[in-house]
């Protein structure tokens, strides 16, 4: 063979070798769940940042075992997803099917949600010593693909307290979008995205609402302080002090200096002033729980300087309906609230 007949051989291998190097790339950027694949929502690049990580990021004491969601549609396979009705470029056929049921894609979405929010999501033996217990029902997840694609996600979800086996919370999340794919229509890898958006987005609120229940039930769980909130990638080391009540009155005011004993250092009382208001919080029955912004300050009754402006303000007593309100607390001037607690 000839150098320059050689040369051609290798110039022909080394493309045929990248090119499929190329296609095999192109092919695992593909969720591949719809009509085939190999049943996973997690995109390759997400597949290597879970490699990178040497474990989940536990931010929380609050341990969680989460089972598998039940499906409630009424549709003929548990693994149906929707109608076809507009072409989808690497999908066939007039019907979405996942190659998973739709429970298991809903349960692994709220376990991935739990765990990035820093709960430690307990499985296998470990999941008997879990705190808390979720479990939940898909009433509705279906993605049609018309001239305009549609979603609809209902998933209602209930959490237990194991020890007690007490509901703490239990609630519905819907989410109902609808979206033009564009004049040149969907691939498939746009719809995987898509439907990865949405479900990403009613897990998420499932998770937030979850956490604030918790977090006002058992700050200690959550390494809170009166008068912090947690914010995700916000660890807090130095946190002002919980605002003390106003103490009470005494009945006999004493003016005077006692004899043998020092002269008593008089305690700062919240008061209103050119730069905020004051804000008295009076709950029926006391001792309530008092969030502001929901921040938590400490128990009812309460004094606080606030910064002028509408402040949301929820108290809640084991036993008693939350009660949530709105104040207006006005610069230099006092502003009072009472608020009743049904059960």
Not at 113 to 140: C, H, I, P, T, W
Not at 153 to 175: F, M
Not at 202 to 212: L, M, N, R
Request: glycine share 8%; proline share 5%.
């Amino acid at each position: 063979m000839s150098s320059l007949s050689q040369r051609v051989a290798l110039l022909v291998l080394l493309f045929a070798v990248a090119g499929c190097a190329s296609v095999k790339d192109a092919k695992d950027t593909v969720g591949g769940w719809i009509n085939g694949g190999d049943g996973t929502l997690v995109t390759t690049g997400e597949k290597k940042a879970a490699a990178s990580r040497t474990g989940p990021v536990l931010k929380y004491a609050a341990t969680m075992r989460v089972n598998n969601y039940v499906d409630q549609r009424k549709v003929s396979s548990p693994r149906y997803l929707g109608q076809l009705t507009n072409q989808v470029r690497g999908v066939s056929g007039s019907e979405l099917i996942l190659d998973q049921d739709v429970a298991d894609l809903v349960t692994s979405a709220m376990k991935k949600r739990f765990d990035a929010e820093g709960y430690q999501v307990m499985e296998g033996a470990s999941a008997g010593n879990a705190l808390f217990e979720m479990s939940g029902v898909v009433k509705e997840l279906t993605l049609n693909v018309k001239n305009r694609d549609e979603i609809f996600i209902a998933i209602e979800t209930t959490l237990k307290d194991v020890a007690t086996g007490k509901v703490v919370w239990s609630g519905l999340v819907t989410e109902k979008h609808d979206r033009f794919a564009g004049v040149s229509g969907n691939n498939k890898d746009d719809v995987i995205a898509y439907l990865n958006h949405e479900l990403r987005i009613a897990s998420t609120k499932t998770v937030e609402a979850i956490s604030a229940s918790l977090m006002a039930a058992h700050p200690e769980l959550f390494n809170l302080t009166p008068g912090t909130k947690a914010i995700p990638g916000v660890t807090v080391y130095v946190a002002p002090s919980l605002p003390k009540p106003a103490p009470a009155a005494p009945t006999k005011p004493d003016y005077g200096v006692q004899p043998g004993n020092d002269v008593p250092v008089p305690s700062y009382r919240p008061h209103a002033s050119d730069t905020a208001g004051l804000l008295l919080v009076n709950t029926n029955p006391a001792r309530a729980r008092v969030y502001l912004d929901g921040v938590y300050y400490g128990l009812s009754p309460l004094r606080l300087e606030m910064e002028p402006g509408i402040h949301a303000i929820s108290v809640k007593l084991s036993g008693y309906n939350m009660v949530t309100e709105k104040v207006s607390v006005r610069r230099g001037d006092n502003t009072e609230i009472e608020l009743n607690l049904e059960r």
